[in-house]
C-alpha cells in the first residue's frame, strides 16, 4: 500500500488549496479514505472521511462547510479542497487507509499566513 500526498504550500487567510492523494496497492474503489491534520505540538486530528465510491462523507466541525472531500476511483485518487482557510488550518495533512490495518501517508504541509 502506497499513499501519496501532495498539494501543500504557503496560502493567505480565505484562501484555498486543492490537496490530493494518489493511492496505490490494494483495491482503491473498495475502500472509504480519510483525511487528517497535524499542528506543531498538537494530536493528530480527523478532518474527514469519504465512503468508497464517493456517495457520503463526513467532516469536522472545524471544517464543515470550508473543505470537501472527493475522490476519482478511475484515477485512485482521493482530494482535499479547502476553502476559507484560516491560519488555524495550518497543519501537516495526511490521507488514512484502513484496511484491517492502519496506513498513512507521508504528508503535505499546509502553511496559512499573510
Known amino acids: 500500500v502506497q499513499l501519496v500526498e501532495s498539494g501543500g504550500g504557503l496560502v493567505q487567510p480565505g484562501g484555498s488549496l486543492r490537496l490530493s492523494c494518489a493511492a496505490s496497492g490494494f483495491t482503491f474503489s473498495n475502500a472509504a479514505m480519510s483525511w487528517y491534520r497535524q499542528a506543531p505540538g498538537k494530536a493528530r486530528e480527523w478532518v474527514g472521511t469519504i465512503d468508497s465510491i464517493g456517495g457520503s462523507t463526513n467532516y469536522a466541525n472545524s471544517v464543515k462547510g470550508r473543505f470537501a472531500i472527493s475522490r476519482d476511483n478511475a484515477n485512485n485518487t482521493v482530494y482535499l479542497q479547502m476553502n476559507s482557510l484560516k491560519p488555524e488550518d495550518t497543519a501537516m495533512y495526511y490521507c488514512?487507509?484502513?484496511?484491517?490495518?492502519?496506513?498513512w501517508g507521508r504528508g503535505t504541509q499546509v502553511t496559512v499566513s499573510s
Open positions: 488514512r487507509l484502513y484496511l484491517g490495518n492502519l496506513y
